[in-house]
């Protein structure tokens, strides 16, 4: 069974420009989720979505960032335009609803803003 | 603000030793608890998981629940240079349909 796969895996901008990651779960997984991971920090949650409805968007600072889960499957997260705050990891994460809460993560969008 | 703590270490034990990593959370909401490892330059990989009080054992690793505490650990035994990574400690309401709530992590160095 393939796993959460995300691309790209590095990205590398110039402050002010756009970027769009993309993700896409592992099969039959109602569950996504994007995490921001701050180098030496735990991963934080920017949004979840329960098939194509965001639930938890709470922590995602909507002014730059915006998110998309068309038909339920395939993710995209973007940033416009990126700060050089913005360099960090980003994870993409899914589960299923019938597991305990265990999330599997994809290998992350490393984003380097200049 | 829902929050789980943890020691940044880094933890360092030699090969063979019994490596103990603590966590402790403010939601007594909270059911389920998991640990994360976590290389330097990959994802997290969940390892175990745990939502009963008492312990959960699995190969090495034994996860360690007391919720009136609010407290979990990860006991890591005969432990291994290949365990030298960062373990995250996560935790949920899963009923309340929460995401999980990450600390910062522990760095485990195992030397040989």
């Known amino acids: 069974e393939a796993g959460v796969v995300q691309s790209p895996r590095y990205k590398i901008i110039e402050k002010k420009q756009p970027v769009a990651f993309w993700c896409n779960p592992i099969?039959?997984?109602?569950?996504l989720y994007w995490y921001l991971q701050n180098l030496g920090q735990g991963p934080e949650l920017l949004i979840r979505y329960e098939n194509e409805e965001a639930v938890d968007d709470s922590q995602l600072p909507k002014d730059r960032f915006s998110a998309e889960r068309l038909k339920g499957v395939d993710s995209t997260l973007k940033i416009q335009p990126a700060e050089l705050g913005d360099s960090a990891v980003y994870l993409c994460?899914?589960?299923?609803?019938?597991?305990?809460?265990?999330?599997?993560f994809g290998e992350g969008s490393r984003l380097t803003v200049l | 603000q829902k929050e789980v703590e943890q020691n940044s270490g880094p933890l360092s034990v030699p090969e063979g030793a019994i490596a103990s990593l603590n966590c402790t959370y403010s939601?007594?909401?909270?059911?389920?608890f998991f640990w994360y490892r976590q290389y330097s330059g990959k994802s997290p990989e969940l390892i175990m998981f745990i939502y009963s009080n008492g312990d959960k054992e699995d190969g090495r690793f034994t996860a360690q629940l007391n919720k009136a505490s609010q407290y979990v650990s990860l006991l890591i035994r005969d432990s291994q240079p290949s365990d030298s990574a960062t373990y995250l400690c996560?935790?949920?309401?899963?009923?309340?349909?929460?995401?999980?709530?990450f600390g910062k992590g522990t760095t485990l160095s195992v030397s040989s």
């Open positions: 939601d007594r909401g909270s059911q389920s």
């Open positions: 994460a899914s589960s299923s609803l019938t597991g305990g809460g265990e999330l599997f």
């Open positions: 099969s039959g997984h109602n569950t």
């Open positions: 996560a935790v949920n309401d899963y009923q309340a349909g929460t995401a999980l709530i």
